[in-house]
């Protein structure tokens, strides 16, 4: 598996940097998520009118609430790109609400936001993958459960990874802020795929 990523990096996109630089749009949807999930006045989302509005969502359920998100931070446009991340913020979304039961989605704490953030960048970054190689591992698997299964240890890799990647920024005293979500979440997808990329040196 390992190998595998190694080469998806290094000869499908000719390095780590070609493989950040075809990430951007996941940087940039992680800030308007985390703004999205900021709550606060100054919030245009969340403002009066606007697609989060708290007099809109009172009421709705959980699931209703995150598909709202979803649709404020990534509209559908027809590419899969857009589906991608569509997913990844609705998985990401669940995950808080798994470890936090209690969570306002539309007024996260700081802890909470930062786990929405890397939750949806492993996803974007695994659905990226599978997007581009994913047929391969299933075409060459001998059975189709065996196919899921290879994927699903990407999925859990990549995000152990990415995990590893953003707790070393907060080691470093990088925490995610408004005005500095794109620049981290790029420098953490730049070490993910510097790590995928080692593999094959």
């Known amino acids: 598996m390992r190998r595998g990523l190694g080469q998806y990096v290094k000869k499908g996109y000719g390095g780590s940097s070609t493989a950040t630089r075809r990430m951007g749009g996941t940087a940039q949807t992680a800030q308007a998520l985390y703004s999205a999930l900021s ?32 649709e404020a931070v990534r509209p559908v446009d027809g590419t899969q790109d857009a589906e991608a991340s569509r997913t990844s913020i609705k998985d990401a979304l669940s995950d808080v609400l798994n470890q936090f039961p209690d969570a306002d989605l539309l007024n996260l ?3 909470q936001r930062e786990l929405a953030i890397e939750r949806f960048v492993a996803g974007d970054v695994f659905r990226r993958i599978d997007l581009d190689i994913g047929r391969t591992i299933r075409e060459k698997a001998p059975n189709a459960a065996t196919g899921l299964g290879r ?20 080691e470093t005293g990088q925490r995610l802020a408004a005005g500095r979500i794109t620049q981290i979440v790029q420098s ?14």
């Open 109 to 111: 704490q700081p802890e």
């Open 188 to 201: 953490a997808i730049r070490e993910t795929f510097q790590v995928f990329e080692g593999y094959v040196e």
């Open 151 to 170: 994927l699903k240890e990407v999925r859990e890799y990549v995000r152990e990874t990415v995990s590893a990647s953003f707790r070393r920024h907060r």
């Open 39 to 70: 709550g606060g006045q100054g919030n245009a989302a969340t403002a009066t009118g606007g697609p989060l509005d708290p007099a809109l969502t009172d009421g709705r359920s959980a699931n209703e609430v995150m598909d709202a998100v979803v």
